[in-house]
Every structure is written in structure tokens, then in C-alpha cells.
């Protein structure tokens, strides 16, 4: 396994200006740069890249892909993204659901089948002509509270979409909180994997508790002082060091080469320390002639 640890900048509030200047500082070779918000103005971002000596490991792309009135622009905007992604030196753009609003359920509480279909059928087009036009492939990012949550539906749309276009870019918390363990997915899915996010869900929150459950505790501390973190920093949470050590053995498993990524929503500590402890924990559980710039 040969892997380069990159970083979030969700944490920060302060603009990615000063979120680029930190993750650089901790240590960090690269971060998901918001591509997006500077495609009037990439020579910007590659000099905010450069003068940090950080690289761009993706960037991050969410659509209302089964909404057939939506698609056009959404499949637009994403491939706009995607042809400035090789002048940044990246290859990987991250694909995500919108909300699970009203969207009709089965009778296992998941996102009806016809539905998930029109999603996957229009991510895989959008990341078809992502790769076909400029080399770069799509990885899916999992994520609680969206059409692609629970196991059943991270694994239906592993099955609808073409592994030529689409790979898996899991979030190992947001695989827990959907109930889905963690190593599991990596291990069924190893083949496809092309993308790691990795960071703990709040030790109130295991993965063997049903969402709905956990989106009682959630709800029920929304006014808590301190503020309630669904997510916490790797290792201090409900996944634990054994259970985030399980999906680097995974990873170890299949010589994954590429990148994983710190995330930290949100934190008590300030934005750099809690990355900080996020890249202490990533460097003391990988080994060294695993790690590359």
C-alpha cells in the first residue's frame, strides 16, 4: 500500500485561503480543493496549491441525479468541473446524493429501488462523460442523511453504475452511521475502491444502532452547549482505533494505491488542532514506507 494523506477543509469558516496555509502546516500533501468557486479563476487556485506545495486530491460534487428535470444542469456543471481537474494534476472527482426528502421508502425503510435506479443511471452518464471526455473517474461518497446511506443502497448503487466510470470514495463514519461496519464495505468492494475519506462518529453513535435511533441523539442535543459533533476525531469515537485499523488492513489487503483523507465536520479545538490530531493518528497507524508526498 502506497497512500498520500490529504485533509478536508470543511472545518474551516475562515475561507480556503487560510484552510490551505494550516492543512500545509500540519503536514498534510494535499487537500479536496472547492474547484467549483474558482473555475473563472483557476490560475488563483493553482497558485493558493503551489505556494503551499499542496495538491488537489479531488473536489467535491453533489446532484439531485434522478430528478430528469435537474440532470442536464447538474451533468453540466459537474463535467465543467471535471475538465478543470487535470490542469490541477487530479484525476478523482467526488459524486454525492442529495437529501432524502420525501423520496419514497420499501418496506426495509431504504430509497425505493426505481429511485436509487434513476440516481445511479444518472451519476454513471455524468461520470461516464467525466472520464470519456477527460480522464477523470468518479468516486461515490456515502453519506447519512442522502439517498446513499444504508448498506442496501451504498450497495445498490455500487451494482447499477459501470466500475469503468464510477469507483467507491466511502466515508468510513458515514458508512458507520448508516449502519453499515466499516471494514465490511471496503472488503466487499475492494475492487472498486478509488478514494478514502476517513474520520469517527461520536461514541453515542455505533454503527450497530439504527439511524433513526441515532437521529434521535443527534436531534436531541441540537441546542447542547457544548455543541453536540456527530463526527469526532479518528480513534476517539464509536469506530475506535480497532475499528478504523480494520479498514486500513483492508486496504493494506489490496496494495490500494491513492489517497485518504482526513475530515473533521466540525470541533471544540480549533480547526488546526483538530486536523492536527487527525494527522498525529493517521501517522501513527500507517507505516512509513507507506506514506508518499
Known amino acids: 500500500m502506497k497512500v498520500k494523506l490529504g485533509c478536508q477543509p470543511l472545518t474551516w469558516k475562515s475561507g480556503f485561503e487560510t484552510a490551505a496555509q494550516e492543512i500545509a502546516a500540519i503536514g498534510y500533501s494535499g487537500t479536496e480543493a472547492p ?19 499542496l495538491q488537489c486530491s479531488s473536489t467535491y460534487c453533489g446532484g439531485a441525479f434522478e430528478n430528469a428535470e435537474e440532470l442536464p444542469k447538474i451533468t453540466e456543471r459537474i463535467v465543467k468541473i471535471a475538465a478543470a481537474l487535470p490542469e490541477l494534476g487530479c484525476d478523482r472527482l467526488i459524486l454525492a446524493a442529495g437529501g432524502r426528502g420525501t423520496h419514497p421508502l420499501d418496506e426495509n425503510g431504504d430509497i425505493r429501488a426505481d429511485i436509487l435506479q434513476r440516481f445511479a443511471d444518472g451519476a454513471n452518464e455524468c461520470a461516464r462523460q467525466c472520464f470519456e471526455k477527460y480522464g477523470v473517474k468518479s468516486v461515490l461518497h456515502n453519506h447519512a442523511w442522502t439517498l446513499i446511506e444504508s448498506p442496501r443502497e451504498v450497495d445498490a448503487f455500487m451494482e447499477m453504475t459501470d466500475p469503468n466510470f464510477v469507483l467507491a470514495g466511502f466515508d468510513t463514519a458515514q458508512l458507520a452511521y448508516g449502519g453499515y461496519e466499516p471494514a465490511d464495505a471496503f472488503a466487499k468492494w475492494k475492487s472498486r475502491i478509488g478514494y478514502v475519506h476517513i474520520k469517527d462518529n461520536h461514541p453515542l453513535l455505533p454503527t450497530a444502532m439504527p439511524v433513526k435511533e441515532k437521529n434521535a441523539i443527534r436531534d436531541s442535543h441540537k441546542d447542547a452547549t457544548p455543541k453536540f459533533h456527530v463526527f469526532a476525531g479518528l480513534g476517539q469515537g464509536a469506530m475506535g482505533d480497532a475499528g478504523l485499523d480494520a479498514v486500513l488492513e483492508v486496504l493494506r489487503a489490496i496494495d490500494y494505491q491513492g489517497w485518504i483523507v482526513g475530515e473533521l465536520d466540525s470541533t471544540d479545538k480549533t480547526p488546526r488542532e483538530g486536523n492536527q490530531e487527525n494527522f498525529d493518528w493517521l501517522q501513527a497507524h500507517l507505516q512509513a514506507n507507506e506514506l508518499i508526498k
Open 35 to 53: 474547484v467549483g468557486g474558482y473555475l473563472d479563476r483557476l490560475d488563483e487556485l493553482k497558485k493558493l496549491l503551489a505556494d503551499n506545495n
